[in-house]
């Protein structure tokens, strides 16, 4: 049989190099990707998958005999079928939090509460939260200019504002679903999205903590002045500082559409938890009618669809905005949403073709063998084609396409959150010119490309190790096993 490892480097070989080479879109190269592994895969690999899988033989022949693009769209078709509706969700929140005024208004609240002397924490801890629901790109679009307003009042710490900013929520985007990397991974290894949300957002904290002293020493020793650049003019800037508060929503319905999901989530898993305490048949009526509306409220596509319609009513009250406009807005929001479900679809058949060569074992036995631990592994896996490529939800689905079957088989000894985990923290090191966030950052901002490597690069990939170290640490003392 052919070694899962040569088609492993078959399968990066045709995904970087249409990416980087060829220029092709994320989502036709990691198709081609699948496309070509699935061809290679030998019959043997596919019958050791099919038994991994605990197949019947009935199941094993009808899964052997499928064909090649049959196998391809069906791993296709289970990814989508996951997180599908989820991304769309999410989306139509985070247009709807632009729309309506409710990040700004997350963002000054956090400044109000916490004093101008403290505006770098206020963008830490607003972009923590806005980076959740919201996709980074967007989030920085989005508190750039109040970072540039600060910056009139304060030009020394223009480098500081920013670095905040990204430390904030570029964290989020990696480890809290529901953005595609996490919310994917979460998929592939079993994990309930309550306890990849807890975890992400504690592992989130130390890293963003890490991110937050890296700025401060930074700020220090490079002072980032505040150049023109396309995005926004200094009149647009003091106009922003002079806009009305009573055109923003208030704080408690700008934060809900971010909290509720969390909460009904979380709560489904807890009042499960509690009700299963009280054994069979035993548990109180009054429990029983919570856990009944938890279960249906609680289901993350449910949770996401009652975010977004509370998201959408803020627009209507807050923007005044008629059914022309609410369309345009969901429209917007639900195209940006469908290339990123076709790319993580698309990451999700890859991943699951790769799985099906067996290179989970094969992997396995390496770090076995070099006596490589599974979390350095599975960060270093993904760094490795994060750098390559650019993407780090590219990286997140890859990656966990290769070591998925490590969680699995239920020989790492503990909980696979970790895993998922290592694997979101890995996909912060290395952001250069291959990376669009890069170059967002780089342009947005006013800064050279220099002064983006040595400022916003170095302190992701410092975050991505302390991330790293956070994880092996609760592994060790609290494997959840």
Same mark, same amino acid.
């Given at each position: 049989?052919?070694?899962? /490892?040569?088609?492993?480097?078959?399968?990066?070989?045709?995904?970087?190099?249409?990416?980087?080479? #060829?220029?092709?879109?994320?989502?036709?190269?990691?198709?081609?990707?699948?496309?070509?592994?699935?061809?290679?895969?030998?019959?043997?690999?596919?019958?050791?998958?099919?038994?991994?899988?605990?197949?019947?033989?009935?199941?094993?022949?009808?899964?052997?005999?499928?064909?090649?693009?049959?196998?391809?769209?069906?791993?296709?078709?289970?990814?989508?079928?996951?997180?599908?509706?989820?991304?769309?969700?999410?989306?139509?929140?985070?247009?709807?939090?632009?729309?309506?005024?409710?990040?700004?208004?997350?963002?000054?609240?956090?400044?109000?509460?916490?004093?101008?002397?403290?505006?770098?924490?206020?963008?830490?801890?607003?972009? %923590?939260?806005?980076?959740?629901?919201?996709?980074?790109?967007?989030?920085?679009?989005?508190?750039?200019?109040?970072?540039?307003?600060?910056?009139?009042?304060?030009?020394?710490?223009?480098?500081?504002?920013?670095?905040?900013?990204?430390?904030?929520?570029?964290?989020?985007?990696?480890?809290?679903?529901?953005?595609?990397?996490?919310?994917?991974?979460?998929?592939?290894?079993?994990?309930?999205?309550?306890?990849?949300?807890?975890?992400?957002?504690?592992?989130?904290?130390?890293?963003?903590?890490?991110?937050?002293?890296?700025?401060?020493?930074?700020?220090?020793?490079?002072?980032?002045?505040?150049?023109?650049?396309?995005?926004?003019?200094?009149?647009?800037?003091?106009?922003?500082?002079?806009?009305?508060?009573?055109? /923003?929503?208030? %704080?408690?319905?700008?934060?809900?559409?971010?909290? #509720?999901?969390?909460?009904?989530?979380?709560?489904?898993?807890?009042?499960?938890?509690?009700?299963?305490?009280?054994?069979?048949?035993?548990?109180?009526?009054?429990?029983?009618?919570?856990?009944?509306?938890?279960?249906?409220?609680?289901?993350?596509?449910?949770?996401?669809?009652?975010?977004?319609?509370?998201?959408?009513?803020?627009?209507?009250?807050?923007?005044?905005?008629?059914?022309?406009?609410?369309?345009?807005?969901?429209? @917007?929001?639900?195209?940006?949403?469908?290339?990123?479900? #076709?790319?993580?679809?698309?990451?999700?058949?890859?991943?699951?073709?790769?799985?099906?060569?067996?290179?989970?074992?094969?992997?396995?036995? /390496?770090?076995?063998?070099?006596?490589?631990?599974?979390?350095?592994?599975?960060?270093?896996?993904?760094?490795?084609?994060?750098?390559?490529?650019?993407?780090?939800?590219?990286?997140?689905?890859?990656?966990?396409?290769?070591?998925?079957? @490590?969680?699995?088989?239920?020989?790492?000894?503990?909980?696979?959150?970790?895993?998922?985990?290592?694997?979101? !923290?890995?996909?912060?090191?290395?952001?250069?010119?291959?990376?669009?966030?890069?170059?967002?950052? !780089?342009?947005?901002?006013? @800064?050279?490309?220099?002064?983006?490597?040595?400022?916003?690069?170095?302190?992701?990939?410092?975050?991505?190790?302390?991330?790293?170290?956070?994880?092996?640490?609760?592994?060790?003392? %609290?494997?959840?096993?």
């Amino acid at each position: 049989m052919a070694d899962p /490892l040569w088609l492993l480097l078959i399968g990066m070989v045709v995904v970087l190099g249409g990416i980087l080479a #060829l220029r092709l879109n994320a989502f036709l190269a990691l198709v081609l990707g699948a496309l070509i592994v699935a061809t290679v895969t030998p019959r043997a690999g596919l019958e050791q998958y099919a038994k991994d899988k605990s197949m019947s033989p009935a199941e094993t022949q009808t899964f052997v005999k499928r064909s090649i693009g049959e196998r391809v769209a069906g791993e296709f078709g289970r990814t989508c079928a996951t997180i599908g509706i989820l991304i769309a969700m999410a989306s139509i929140v985070g247009k709807c939090l632009l729309e309506s005024g409710g990040a700004e208004r997350i963002v000054r609240s956090t400044l109000k509460l916490v004093g101008e002397r403290r505006a770098p924490l206020a963008f830490l801890s607003s972009g %923590f939260t806005l980076g959740i629901p919201v996709f980074f790109d967007t989030v920085f679009y989005l508190m750039i200019p109040l970072g540039k307003a600060m910056a009139m009042r304060n030009v020394r710490d223009y480098g500081l504002y920013i670095m905040t900013i990204i430390a904030g929520a570029t964290m989020t985007h990696s480890l809290v679903p529901p953005t595609p990397g996490p919310l994917f991974v979460a998929g592939e290894l079993s994990i309930g999205l309550d306890q990849m949300i807890v975890g992400g957002i504690v592992v989130g904290f130390f890293c963003a903590a890490s991110g937050y002293v890296y700025a401060r020493w930074a700020n220090r020793r490079w002072a980032i002045p505040l150049r023109d650049s396309a995005d926004i003019s200094r009149e647009e800037l003091e106009a922003l500082t002079k806009r009305e508060e009573s055109e /923003l929503p208030p %704080f408690w319905l700008s934060l809900s559409p971010i909290a #509720l999901p969390v909460a009904l989530i979380t709560g489904k898993t807890v009042l499960a938890s509690v009700s299963k305490g009280f054994g069979s048949g035993t548990v109180p009526g009054w429990l029983e009618a919570v856990g009944t509306c938890f279960n249906y409220a609680g289901d993350p596509n449910v949770a996401m669809t009652l975010s977004a319609a509370i998201a959408l009513a803020t627009v209507v009250a807050y923007r005044r905005a008629d059914r022309e406009m609410i369309s345009r807005f969901v429209q @917007m929001a639900l195209s940006s949403a469908g290339m990123i479900i #076709l790319i993580t679809s698309a990451g999700g058949a890859f991943g699951g073709i790769l799985q099906q060569t067996g290179i989970g074992h094969r992997i396995q036995e /390496l770090s076995s063998a070099y006596r490589l631990g599974a979390l350095p592994l599975a960060f270093a896996v993904t760094a490795l084609i994060r750098t390559a490529q650019g993407s780090a939800t590219v990286a997140m689905i890859t990656a966990v396409g290769i070591l998925g079957s @490590m969680a699995s088989s239920g020989q790492i000894g503990f909980h696979p959150l970790y895993l998922a985990l290592a694997i979101g !923290c890995g996909s912060k090191p290395v952001p250069w010119m291959n990376d669009s966030g890069f170059w967002v950052i !780089c342009k947005m901002s006013g @800064m050279t490309e220099a002064e983006t490597l040595k400022t916003a690069s170095t302190m992701m990939s410092l975050m991505g190790i302390t991330g790293l170290f956070v994880i092996m640490i609760a592994a060790h003392f %609290f494997p959840l096993v």
